[in-house]
């Protein structure tokens, strides 16, 4: 695909059934999906009001259970798309019917314990579809990837992702007392979209930190009150891929400053240019700011690559229409599928290792 063709259309679309009403439904997925035409025929949450609300901004139906969800789906052939916490997964795809499509929100699993629990419950179910890594589908990256097919900055040597903002963490009162936090559910993005473009890393340094506490007061800037008791919500991960290549993640959510030292950018090295995208959202959450994508071909002057969206909410199509497809037999597999996720939280949990012991070298994970 070249950064100009569109991404392919499902040759069938299936209703969607979605469990889970919360903040990143109503920002990204619905946004996402009436965009493209995906048809959102149901809505179940254990908070009845925020499911009806959500129902009525898709001109679906909210529903009282999730049995109630369940039976309607597989009256309409439709597929799954699930936005939970990771506790409430293992649960829910024990009430699906065998052989559904789903679409699971990330991460996969708390640990790589759990996820290693999730991959065998989706296998002894048949259940097919993908964890939702939607940055693989953002449009940025998705014409930086097609620009690397064609050789335009030759072969990708060096990676970076930085991150330098205010993240709203309030939005999800669920992180609150979570052991993992930064790593497992904002630079895991990161580190996935790494793998898929470098592979499995030979080497992992990774340090984290939390923020020390603050105490509100009216005289407080809102961007600097304390927020929820949270873990490590700053992080650094460097990843060796062999003596010439490599990815470098860093993360800092808590910069109460006037936007102009922000910073949310993926910068790609080549043996022949650079490229540089900003992913925007991180910028101003979950509002953002356009993103973009510049090309330096050989050290000539910056190009600028055309996109078709942001990756809130645009990214958020690509997982859907992959599950679509694969729903319609257009392909047998799919980006982010299970056994890939599994692999990404394999990263994770080096991660995490490597942040209380020093620099790892990943065991080859064997198929779980």
């Known amino acids: ?53 959500v129902a009525a901004t898709a001109g679906a139906k909210a529903y009282g259970s999730l049995a109630a969800l369940v039976e309607a789906a597989e009256a309409d052939g439709g597929v799954y798309d699930l936005a939970l916490p990771p506790s409430a997964v293992p649960a829910t795809l024990e009430v699906l019917p065998e052989g559904a499509f789903v679409l699971l929100q ?10 290693t629990q999730l991959l065998a419950l989706t296998r002894a179910r048949r259940l097919r579809g993908a964890v939702n890594f939607q940055l693989r589908y953002a449009p940025a990256v998705e014409a930086a990837r097609a620009l690397l097919a064609y050789g335009a900055i ?14 709203p963490w309030e939005t999800w009162p669920f992180l609150a007392g979570m ?22 890393p030979e080497r992992v340094w990774c340090g984290t930190a939390r923020q020390p506490s603050r105490v509100a007061s009216p005289h407080t800037a809102p961007d600097a009150r304390e927020q929820p008791c949270l873990a490590e919500t700053r ?4 990843l060796s891929f062999g003596e010439t290549r490599r990815a470098v993640v860093t993360t800092y959510h808590h910069h109460a400053a006037p936007a102009g030292h922000d910073a949310s950018h993926l910068r790609l ?11 925007g959202v991180n910028l101003d959450y979950p509002r953002g700011r356009d993103d973009t994508l510049e090309l330096s071909r050989n050290g000539g002057a910056w190009e600028r690559v055309p996109l ?11 997982p859907m229409r992959s599950l679509q497809r694969l729903a319609a037999g257009d392909v047998a597999r799919i980006h982010s599928g299970f056994d890939d996720a599994w692999r990404t939280m394999a990263l994770v949990e080096t991660c995490y290792k490597s942040a209380e012991g020093g620099e790892r070298v990943p065991e080859p994970p064997a198929d779980a």
């Open 308 to 318: 078709r969206g942001n990756w809130f909410p645009h990214g958020f199509e690509g």
């Open 154 to 167: 030759g072969e990708l040597i060096d990676l970076e992702l930085r991150v330098v903002c205010r993240m």
């Open 235 to 238: 992080s650094t991960t460097v």
């Open 1 to 53: 695909m070249s950064p100009s063709t569109p991404p392919p259309v499902p040759s069938a679309l299936r209703p969607i059934f979605l469990v889970g009403a919360g903040s990143i439904v109503r920002d990204a997925h619905l946004p996402a999906y009436r965009q493209v035409g995906y048809r959102v025929a149901g809505v179940f949450d254990l908070d009845r009001a925020r499911a009806s609300e």
């Open 106 to 115: 990330k991460p996969f699993g708390r640990d790589l314990a759990e996820a």
């Open 179 to 200: 052991p993992r936090m930064e790593v497992l559910m904002h630079a895991i993005h990161y580190l996935d979209l790494a793998r898929s473009f470098l592979g499995e």
């Open 269 to 279: 090295e080549g043996t022949g240019g650079t490229m540089v995208a900003r992913l």
